[in-house]
């Protein structure tokens, strides 16, 4: 009996996405795993420090080319005014992402002078090469998206982990430090432009247009504020663990993080993939969403659970013979970082959800709401250090299981609550 609900769960398009979006985290956790040992037997926790802050500015400016909002606009138009969306969208993506490469240039600067560190300036200047090559294949990546082909979405991020890792170890070997994180960042950028390309017919036309410019951004400021709250969330804790305490404390912190929530972030990114576009091709078919949104989450507790408490438990274990003696520091950190995973899967379904159905204010309402308490309860707990910040993230994560649930209780009333 429990077999064949298993084999039932596991047999929708859902999860089978899930298995190649999966089978991708897997390969990229694997070659992560490497430059995580790798970096840390070559870096000092100062230069992990200097790491969590490229990949802190990495995530914000990615918000700003709008990715997910222009993307989950092609995924959810209608057939008839796809291609107009399409051809829009793509010349918006230059306008975006060229902006945002000169912005980010211009605060480099102010940027190394926060975090007194003057390194930074060139290295924020020079990672910013990447957006010139995102509206090459954002379009293209979106489509695949829509036609739920996430087998070829799976090979892009899998490629990408490959060859960027590989990239970042042997420059970290060769002495570039810092920069070999930047680089490989920059070098392996260009494995979805082949792959979506070569799996993709759209190309853009070449007059350029504007059409409906207004629908997408109507959309995508919405998913904008979304996207922009989520990484200020995601990375608040670093830049004020960065500016309070120190880089070197940042540089444990982030260590804690990465080869902790590192596994489980990776699995709900893969799930949360899937879900979107799997969702949004039940339409306004209330009855079919619930249900396919009801058995996504039993699919995801099976799945990310088991795997947060076995990683959580032998933390103590392999952390000092992985990636050294001088990390043990961090276990406590890692191991409430770890659980934190749980409800953030939840809460990132819930917003899946919401996003499906059209409900994105409220995402944006909730999500205002819970980014001041998060930033309040953070302020209060890094004089006392960063556990009790890794604490603080754990406990302002179980607050978003109450919004998940109001969600669940209100999708089962259709002609009420929500919809009204």
């Not at 576009?277 to 339409?283: A, F, H, M, S, T």
């Not at 059209?358 to 006392?384: C, D, E, H, M, P």
């Not at 978003?400 to 009333?413: D, E, Q």
């Amino acid at each position: 009996m429990v077999i064949n609900k298993l084999k039932q769960q596991f047999s929708s398009k859902f999860a089978r996405n899930i298995g190649w979006l999966g089978i991708a985290e897997l390969v990229t956790r694997v070659f992560r795993l490497g430059t995580t040992v790798t970096l840390a037997r070559l870096f000092s926790p100062h230069d992990y420090g200097l790491v969590a802050i490229i990949y802190t500015v990495q995530g914000f400016a990615e918000v700003f080319t709008m990715k997910a909002g222009i993307g989950a606009k092609i995924i959810q138009a209608d057939e008839r005014e796809l291609e107009s969306i399409c051809q829009t969208a793509y010349w918006l993506n230059w306008l975006l992402c060229i902006s945002l490469f000169v912005i980010q240039c211009i605060i480099a600067y102010p940027i190394a002078l926060f975090y007194k560190e003057s390194e930074l300036t060139l290295l924020v200047c020079a990672l910013g090469l990447m957006y010139l090559m995102f509206p090459v294949f954002m379009v293209q990546s979106a489509l695949i998206d829509r036609e739920n082909r996430l087998k070829i979405k799976a090979l892009c991020t899998s490629t990408q982990a490959v060859v960027n890792n590989i990239a970042i170890i042997c420059l970290a070997l060769l002495g570039f430090g810092v920069w070999a994180i930047v680089w490989g960042m920059v070098l392996s950028t260009p494995v979805w432009i082949i792959i979506t390309n070569l799996n993709h017919p759209w190309r853009p036309s070449k007059a350029f247009t504007l059409k409906r410019w207004r629908d997408i951004t109507k959309f995508g400021s919405s998913m904008l504020g979304i996207e922009l709250l989520d990484k200020i969330r995601l990375n608040l804790d670093y830049l004020i663990v960065g500016r309070f305490l120190s880089v070197e404390a940042l540089g444990i912190y982030f260590f804690a993080f990465s080869a902790g929530l590192g596994i489980s972030q990776n699995v709900i990114r893969a799930i949360i993939s899937a879900l979107f576009p799997y969702l949004c091709e039940v339409g306004d078919d209330m009855k079919l969403l619930k249900k396919r949104y009801l058995s996504s989450l039993k699919t995801m507790t099976i799945i990310i659970v088991p795997l947060v408490l076995l990683q959580s438990s032998l933390a103590p274990l392999y952390v000092p013979i992985v990636f050294g003696s001088k990390w043990s520091s961090a276990v406590p950190i890692l191991v409430i970082i770890c659980l934190s995973a749980i409800p953030l899967a939840f809460a990132s379904a819930t917003y899946q959800l919401l996003n499906a159905i059209g409900k994105i204010k409220l995402t944006l309402q909730w999500n205002i709401i819970y980014t001041l308490v998060f930033a309040l309860a953070l302020l209060v707990s890094v004089r006392w250090g960063v556990l009790w910040v890794a604490i603080t993230v754990l406990f302002c994560q179980g607050l978003t299981l109450i919004f998940s649930f109001w969600v669940l209780k209100n999708l089962a009333l259709p002609n009420q609550g929500m919809n009204r």
